[in-house]
């Protein structure tokens, strides 16, 4: 009796194995679109997006991850409004560990100069002219911040290279050479 089933039990297997195998008609695919994927055409209407155009725009009032708001516009009033309103949040340990002045030396002082009187190697070599010195100027730490963010004149913003943080240190480091001049 162990041998029929042994034998019922082998020729169910081949039967199996037989069926599944069809030269004229091939497996299916479970995904077909990862084997065989449809080409784009990049930058071209898709029906993937809800209004059938090249991509889908933010929702209103959402802002960029890690953004800062800066409530001031890039406006004279502005300008002003920071010289009188804007201060500091930096503490006392922030204000004195040499960053600021780090900083100051990585993005500023070829134009600005190490003792911030105006004559960095960019002016001295007459690329840029016109580089107020810090002596010059009615500044205070809001009115640094501001410039640093927005840039003025023929100098341009430096809020994509330098966070809140570092602007802030900078502009400490400013009112540090503007007492020292």
């Not at 034998?7 to 037989?18: D, K």
């Not at 993937?48 to 933010?58: D, S, T």
């Not at 501001?146 to 480091?173: C, I, K, P």
Request: aromatic share 12%; charged share 20%; glycine share 8%.
């Amino acid at each position: 009796m162990k041998t029929v089933y042994k034998i019922t039990l082998l020729f169910g297997f081949a039967m199996l194995i037989a069926s599944c195998h069809n030269n004229k008609a091939p497996n299916y695919q479970y995904f077909p679109n990862m084997y065989e994927s449809v080409g784009y055409e990049t930058y071209s209407e898709s029906k993937a997006f809800k209004n059938g155009k090249e991509g889908q725009l933010p929702v209103d009032g959402t802002i960029n991850r890690g953004f800062e708001t800066f409530e001031y516009a890039n406006t004279t009033e502005d300008y002003n409004r920071s010289k009188i309103d804007l201060v500091s949040p930096l503490d006392s340990l922030d204000r004195n560990n040499g960053k600021g002045q780090e900083l100051f030396d990585i993005y500023c002082i070829s134009c600005h100069g190490a003792s911030g009187n105006g004559k960095g190697k960019l002016v001295e070599r007459e690329k840029f002219l016109g580089v107020p010195s810090y002596a010059d100027r009615e500044i205070t730490e809001g009115s640094v911040f501001f410039v640093v963010t927005y840039g003025l004149n023929s100098m341009g913003s430096h809020a994509n290279q330098l966070s809140a943080h570092e602007r802030w240190l900078v502009a400490d480091y400013v009112l540090k050479l503007k007492s020292q001049l």
